[in-house]
């Protein structure tokens, strides 16, 4: 059985950073793209950045460009969401994703992705 389990979340003041870790078990996914979604109270699940299975191309939001970076360690079997400049409304419940097969694509919307970790939180204080 799959098992993503995710850590590095908590309460951050505005302008800071947290660094999420995400860590597979069950399943090496070095062959396959993965991704961070959020979801905030009373909204949809977002995707947030995607990474192909080398670690070579990102997609990023809008809303995360420039603040946020997505990197993995094969070595490690260890997928990571660097968060910097975070804001209020960067507060959610963040969560990692894995594809339903390898791919040299980054998967990028959430019917792509059917393993799915428990979440970790992130709140951001003003």
């Known amino acids: 059985q799959v098992q993503l389990v995710e850590s590095g979340g908590g309460l951050v003041q505005a302008g800071g950073s947290l660094r999420l870790s995400c860590s597979p078990f069950g399943r090496n996914f070095n062959r396959y793209p993965m991704g961070w979604f959020r979801q905030a109270p009373g909204r949809e699940r977002e995707c947030v950045a995607g990474v192909n299975w080398s670690g070579g191309s990102a997609y990023y939001a809008d809303f995360v460009k420039g603040r946020f970076t997505i990197s993995r360690d094969s070595a490690r079997n260890t997928l990571y969401l660097q968060m910097k400049s975070l804001k209020p409304e960067d507060t959610a419940v963040y969560s990692c994703?894995?594809?339903?097969?390898?791919?040299?694509?980054?998967?990028?919307?959430?019917?792509?992705?059917?393993?799915w970790g428990q979440g970790t939180q992130v709140t951001v204080s003003s």
């Open positions: 994703a894995a594809p339903r097969r390898p791919s040299l694509t980054i998967a990028t919307t959430e019917d792509e992705y059917d393993s």
